[in-house]
């Protein structure tokens, strides 16, 4: 949790090394996954690894408790599933259904954890300038309300909420027109292929929506007073957009979104 969050943030304690890529020529890569973490564990230990974790778990809960509360409130049971049945224009119009209904599930589900998800990245960042700032949920609570007021219990919110929209959409979308498509009814295992089919779109949009993401979460740690939000290891953005042009200035929009072999980029966040 923390190494990947880390990555993102693009602190790099750890000098690169040269390999060479698949066509043989030399390139500097950066420390991967593994070798991140046990630095990690040799500065702060095995506990080190945990770092915002609690703050975590509680937003993960809130989400899946508000996602349960949103399904008892809208059955399941009252909305009209996709059928082999279903004509062209019937089917796609249940998808449609579908997919605002996950939409409005998963965008509520993310505004009451949101909260929880920032005191936890900020949990984390603090392993950059060895902060104590953030530590119990509670007493961040404050500090944050103190502060910041209630706006920053939900910096970085929009960007998260549009990866969320976006990724739906497409991937659901783009699984129906596969299905109705490109598998034909006549091919033996064309039910299997349509079970996985929502899957695999899945891994594919979600490279497409990481930048979201990655634009989301460094917004919850940036100018919040951290060392890692302040230059010179990030500007202060005055909003999501500042931050998203500055990263696709730098050409590190997919920063972190690799976790093992790590092209060094042309700028990296310096470090002492």
């Known amino acids: 949790l923390l190494t990947a969050f880390l990555l993102k943030v693009g602190h790099e304690p750890l000098p690169p090394t ?7 020529r030399k390139v500097l890569y950066l420390p ?3 070798t991140y973490a046990r630095h990690i564990v040799e500065v702060d230990g095995k506990r080190g690894l945990f770092r915002g974790l609690t703050p975590r778990l509680i937003s993960s809960t809130l989400s899946t408790i508000t996602r349960g509360s949103v399904k008892k409130a809208f059955p399941l049971e009252d909305m009209e599933h996709v059928s082999n049945k279903d004509d062209v224009k019937t089917s796609l119009r249940k998808v449609v259904k579908e997919t605002s209904h996950e939409m409005m599930m998963q965008c509520v589900s993310r505004l009451v954890s949101h909260p929880l998800h920032v005191i936890s990245m ?9 902060e104590v700032k953030y530590s119990g949920v509670f007493s961040s609570i404050g500090r944050i309300f103190k502060e910041e007021g209630i706006l920053g219990f939900f910096v970085g919110l929009v960007p998260h909420i549009l990866g969320d929209v976006i990724f739906l959409w497409c991937c659901n979308l783009l699984a129906h027109f596969i299905n109705t498509y490109a598998v034909d009814d006549n091919f033996s295992q064309a039910s299997v292929i349509r079970s996985y089919t929502k899957f695999v779109m899945g891994i594919a949009v979600s490279m497409l929506t990481y930048p979201f993401l990655l634009v989301g979460d460094l ?5 919040c007073g951290l060392r890692a939000g302040l230059p010179p290891y990030a500007p202060a953005f005055s909003s999501w957009i500042h931050c998203w042009r500055y990263l696709s200035a730098q050409g590190q929009l997919f920063r972190g979104s690799s976790l093992l072999f790590r092209r060094a980029p042309a700028v990296c966040f310096p470090v002492d």
């Open 32 to 34: 991967g996954f593994f």
């Open 122 to 130: 900020r949990c984390m960042v603090q392993f950059v300038g060895r």
């Open 18 to 24: 040269i390999g060479r890529n698949v066509l043989g």
């Open 219 to 223: 917004m919850a740690v940036n100018n």
